[in-house]
């Protein structure tokens, strides 16, 4: 099972240029989410979506956009980097059952450096 | 949405059971509180849910006392592969995830 998984794993971008962030899920969930994690601290959420078509802020939402378009994927778009947006990116995807143990479900993540 | 107040980091020893408490005083009535792992370079893991009283898997176990301001999780004869950071989340789980807080984690350290 692939999970959650997320591209790239690395990129270092100049300040200004744009890029997307694509994370892929394989587990038919209808919730998937888009964090950062800065050294030393807890993740902050970015945006979410919880359903195709459908997109919501998070926390942290300016200097980013997202788009959903199909169920399994969820895209992270840079439109003009800044070097503030230098941190790791963590996708995330999830359930709605109403089990005990729903929980996250996390890719392994994409370094990204702003210069 | 609850905040949660958990140790910055603790350090234990191999063979070792570790105890990390998680304050949520102003957890509402549908929260739940969930405990997620993170290894460096990896992203977060989920280890244990529960709503009250005690949850026990094949990871760790979770005693919430009656009131539910708070909670610990408790990691038994611990290993140098448990060195990681530690969350502790109180959310609606049936609203989903994307209410979800990460604080800043607890870092256990277990030393050989």
């Known amino acids: 099972n692939a999970g959650v998984t997320q591209t790239p794993k690395f990129r270092v971008l100049k300040t200004g240029q744009s890029m997307t962030l694509l994370c892929a899920q394989d587990?038919?969930?209808?919730?998937m989410y888009w964090y950062r994690q800065d050294p030393g601290m807890g993740l902050r959420l970015i945006h979410y979506?919880?359903?195709?078509?459908?997109?919501a802020k998070g926390e942290v939402p300016d200097g980013y956009n997202v788009s959903r378009l199909k169920k399994q994927n969820f895209l992270l778009g840079l439109e003009s980097a800044a070097p503030s947006q230098t941190s790791v990116y963590f996708c995330?995807?999830?359930?709605?059952?109403?089990?005990?143990?729903?929980?996250?479900?996390f890719g392994s993540g994409t370094q990204l450096s702003v210069l | 949405l609850a905040k949660t107040t958990q140790p910055i980091s603790m350090d234990s020893y191999e063979g070792q059971e570790v105890n990390i408490t998680c304050s949520h005083n102003?957890?509402?009535?549908?929260?739940?509180i969930t405990w997620y792992q993170q290894f460096p370079s990896q992203g977060p893991r989920f280890i244990i849910q529960?709503?009250?009283t005690k949850v026990t898997n094949e990871v760790a176990s979770l005693f919430i006392p009656a009131d539910r301001k708070s909670s610990t999780l408790s990691l038994p004869r611990v290993s140098l592969s448990d060195t990681a950071v530690y969350y502790c989340?109180?959310?609606?789980?049936?609203?989903?995830?994307?209410?979800?807080?990460f604080g800043a984690g607890t870092r256990l350290f277990v030393k050989a």
């Open positions: 529960g709503y009250k």
């Open positions: 979506s919880v359903g195709e078509g459908t997109t």
């Open positions: 587990m038919n969930h209808e919730y």
């Open positions: 989340l109180v959310g609606d789980k049936n609203t989903g995830g994307f209410k979800t807080i």
């Open positions: 102003n957890i509402a009535t549908n929260d739940y």
């Open positions: 995330a995807s999830s359930s709605y059952t109403g089990a005990l143990d729903e929980k996250l479900f």
